[in-house]
């Protein structure tokens, strides 16, 4: 497979992108390079969502086409000792959003350039805080889209886990939907060797969170995809002291809104129903709300065929689905019934993707200094991969919020 080069002005952006990362919200330099990049095209270009930029091509009569990347970084110290290296100790691009950047940079001002190959209007959609969740709808609060109406086809690209030179693109799901809330289980403290004095709330979370595990294995389809997982729990100071209060927190995962509400309403009934058998309060906080990506599969098949004119077999392939969460479209939640696309890009050292080696991080918190990184690695894939890809509807039915119920819950027991 010959896949062409990129050009330079296109990966010096990028290396430069890499070795400046910044962390959600605070990309200010990243911001001003990606407008110094475009300033001499004709887009109109704005600060958008504090440090994201909206830019506006227009170019006659014709469909409006948005585009997305996303400019934040993780905070992460690289150690992958490359020549363009973070200069940031504790911030890394280490998720690809260097590339992401880059490449809608680089497409917007060849596509300024060759303005007789095509006809419409492009937006450029270069996105804060994606780690956060925050900027997307920050760039929608700030009028994204107000300027051309909402886009009629909006396509973004990610790197993640494949070998190197893929080009993937999949209809239908892609990312799952993700929610997640906070259960703040109260009683009444006590010392350890007065038990009955005290209503113990860590006993019933326990109960709780071993019940929730049920919910998967035992009220879903095996043929639907859902995961329901308690990824933390806190209670207790000493171990002769009862506590008052333990706190957990709980992700769900589905791509279909009936199955994700399946979860929602399960947990909810697991969490009162435990509470109300120990005799204890409970509280439900959620915490996020984000939709999966459904990509259209008539427009995933128009940039597949695109893709494939130019890159061959390469972009013929589609990956497989993933539970990852999804913050990048949720823009489009607000352009119900517009197709939409992701695109997967792949590109790292050449070599089947393997499962990274779980008992060693590749990467370390910031706080540590002799992680090891693979080049433009995909977070929690295979060293020096990278990928991105192809998507598109969200279907207008999933967009009405399907948990519009209230965001907190509460049992209480006395
Ligand atoms: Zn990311």
Not at 33 to 50: H, N, S
Not at 232 to 256: C, D
Request: glycine letters at 10%; one cysteine or more; hydrophobic letters at 40%.
């Amino acid at each position: 497979m010959n896949v062409p080069e990129a050009p330079a002005e296109i990966l010096d952006l990028y290396r430069d992108l890499h070795a400046h990362p910044e962390l959600s919200g605070r990309e200010h330099r990243t911001q001003a390079t990606v407008r110094a990049a475009l300033e001499p095209t004709a887009a109109r270009i704005r600060d958008c969502g504090g440090t994201g930029l909206e830019a506006v091509l227009r170019n006659g009569e014709g469909p409006t086409v948005a585009f997305r990347a996303d400019l934040d970084a993780l905070p992460l110290h690289e150690n992958t000792g490359l020549p363009y290296a973070s200069t940031v100790p504790g911030v890394m691009h280490a998720c690809g959003h260097d590339v992401h950047t880059a490449a809608l940079t680089g497409a917007m001002r060849w596509l300024d350039r060759h303005r007789d190959t095509w006809r419409g209007t492009l937006v450029g959609v270069f996105q804060p805080a994606e780690e956060t969740g925050a900027g997307a709808l920050a760039m929608l609060d700030d009028g994204l889209f107000e300027a051309t109406g909402k886009p009629d086809v909006m396509l973004g690209q990610h790197v993640t886990s494949a070998p190197l030179g893929r080009l993937l693109v999949r209809p239908g799901w892609f990312l799952s939907a993700q929610r997640s809330w906070r259960i703040t289980v109260t009683g009444t403290g006590g010392h350890a060797s007065r038990p009955h004095l005290a209503r113990d709330p860590l006993v019933t979370a326990v109960a709780m969170v071993s019940r929730l595990q049920s919910v998967v294995s035992r009220e879903i389809d095996p043929f639907r995809m859902a995961v329901l997982t308690v990824a933390t729990f806190h209670a207790g100071t000493k171990e002769n002291v009862i506590p008052a209060e333990a706190v957990f927190t709980v992700s769900a995962r589905a791509y279909e809104p009936e199955v994700a509400e399946h979860l929602r309403t399960a947990m909810l009934r697991i969490v009162h129903g435990e509470a109300a058998a120990g005799g204890v309060d409970a509280r439900v906080e959620e915490i996020s709300h984000l939709p999966a990506v459904w990509n259209d599969p008539a427009e995933n098949a128009r940039a597949a065929r695109a893709l494939a004119a130019v890159f061959g077999d390469a972009a013929a392939r589609a990956p497989g689905r993933s539970a990852a969460r999804q913050r990048r479209l949720q823009p489009l939640r607000r352009a119900p019934g517009r197709p939409r696309g992701d695109l997967e890009l792949r590109g790292a050292r050449p070599g089947p993707a393997r499962r990274a080696p779980q008992p060693r991080r590749p990467f370390r918190p910031a706080s540590h200094r002799s992680g090891r990184r693979g080049p433009g690695g995909g977070a929690g894939g295979a060293p020096g991969t990278a990928e991105g890809h192809l998507g598109y509807r969200i279907p207008s039915g999933f967009l009405r919020d399907p948990c519009a119920t209230s965001k907190t819950s509460t049992t209480k027991h006395h």
